[in-house]
């Protein structure tokens, strides 16, 4: 009993210090306790997010909160960890949500997970409604038990690209489930990333590190890139497509690919062959698997990326200094808060689940965690 009141008082100590110097650190610090951790934070508008439960067993909410109105304002308010966020709509899944994507300009949610690789799509709430709701599902030509990734579209007729192989990926339109596009690649690797680059155009990274840029008005591969020169079977990858402000809806220009070993590799989609930078982060160790990976450009700072999934923290980087993958990048700012601010009764330490930079705010990230946690930053 004595050592345990010993620790506690420890960690106690530890969370009083951190928030002392995070005074130092940061202009702003939000947080949230969910319900059910969420690996998904999908923006469905400027000032409002789309998070969902993605535990097994049970039904899964879905929840439309509105950010805090204190991070809204354009000057600074100083730290300030309180629980204000707004509930504007929620409904319930079925199903753990695995992946969400919202149709930009719509009220429509599409999503997957578990057991099997159809889509649902969701309406959120009409007509003073605070109602998330089902309104369809479309199943991929190959069925199968593996949760598909996603790609939303919502030029001309809304789309979603979808799929759990590279072999099996297909262009659905949303209102008619009718397929549009089939790119019929051979591979039968997983697929780990999807983004559309414009209405025509999408690139496509598979967990074995192998990229794809498709053109559907050609009806065909544009490029393909093998990985490199690393052990591609012995890793994980994904992908993170930068767009910047203050034109999100311009065509990007860089991808950045990220390994469960801490390899990172900037290319531009344009000349996937080539590396543009290149790095080695520090992670505690590798991943088994890519389930919490996530690596993200910010759309309002000037060579910023973010990668998380490896552990409790959210490390941000800059990457003019990255020239090659001997010497291990330093980030430029660590968060620690869903380490620092976990419930330590709970024993175990949080991996963050899911990060996404705010669209206009240059240092904002929310980020969410395995303990429910989520939280909105902003670092000095």
């Excluded at 209405?199 to 496509?204: E, G, S």
């Excluded at 990985?227 to 012995?234: K, N, S």
């Excluded at 759309?299 to 552990?311: E, M, R």
Aim: a negative charge; glycine letters at 6%; hydrophobic letters at 35%.
């Amino acid at each position: 009993m004595e050592e345990e009141e010993e620790d506690r008082l420890s960690n106690d100590e530890l969370m009083d210090d951190w928030l002392i110097e995070s005074i130092k650190l940061y202009n702003n610090l939000h947080a949230f306790e969910l319900q059910d951790p969420t690996k998904v934070i999908e923006w469905t508008g400027e000032k409002s997010i789309c998070v969902a439960g993605f535990k097994s067993g049970g039904r899964s909410e879905i929840l439309e909160l509105t950010l805090p109105q204190k991070l809204c304002a354009k000057e600074d308010q100083g730290l300030c960890p309180e629980r204000d966020f707004k509930m504007e709509h929620g409904g319930f899944s079925e199903r753990p949500i695995y992946c969400l994507k919202h149709v930009q300009g719509t009220r429509l949610l599409v999503s997957s997970g578990p057991p099997d690789n159809s889509l649902q799509i969701w309406q959120i709430g009409v007509d003073d409604s605070d109602v998330i709701r089902l309104l369809n599902c479309i199943n991929n030509e190959e069925q199968n038990n593996h949760w598909s990734k996603i790609a939303t579209s919502a030029a001309g007729s809304p789309c979603v690209l979808h799929g759990t192989h590279v072999k099996n990926l297909q262009v659905t339109e949303i209102e008619s489930t009718k397929n549009v596009f089939l790119p019929g690649i051979a591979s039968v690797d997983l697929v780990s990333s999807l983004e559309f680059l414009s209405k025509d155009a999408f690139l496509l990274c598979s967990v074995r590190g192998q990229m794809w840029l498709m053109d559907m008005r050609q009806q065909k591969v544009v490029a393909a890139q093998d990985v490199c020169a690393l052990p591609a079977e012995d890793f994980y990858w994904c992908m993170g497509v930068e767009r910047r402000q203050p034109d999100l809806d311009a065509v990007p220009c860089r991808v950045a690919k990220l390994s469960s070993t801490g390899y990172i590799f900037v290319s531009d989609v344009r000349n996937l062959a080539k590396h543009m930078c290149q790095t080695k982060v520090s992670i505690p160790s590798p991943v088994a698997e890519n389930k919490f990976m996530n690596v993200s450009w910010a759309p309002a700072l000037d060579n910023n990326i973010a990668v998380s999934g490896f552990s409790g923290s959210i490390e941000i980087y800059n990457i003019t200094s990255w020239h090659s993958t001997d010497t291990e990048a330093c980030p430029m700012f660590v968060h620690k808060g869903h380490t620092v601010l976990e419930d330590r009764d709970k024993g175990e330490i949080p991996l963050v689940t899911a990060h996404t930079w705010h669209p206009w705010k240059p240092r904002t990230v929310l980020s969410a965690a395995t303990d429910g946690s989520l939280q909105v930053w902003e670092w000095r």
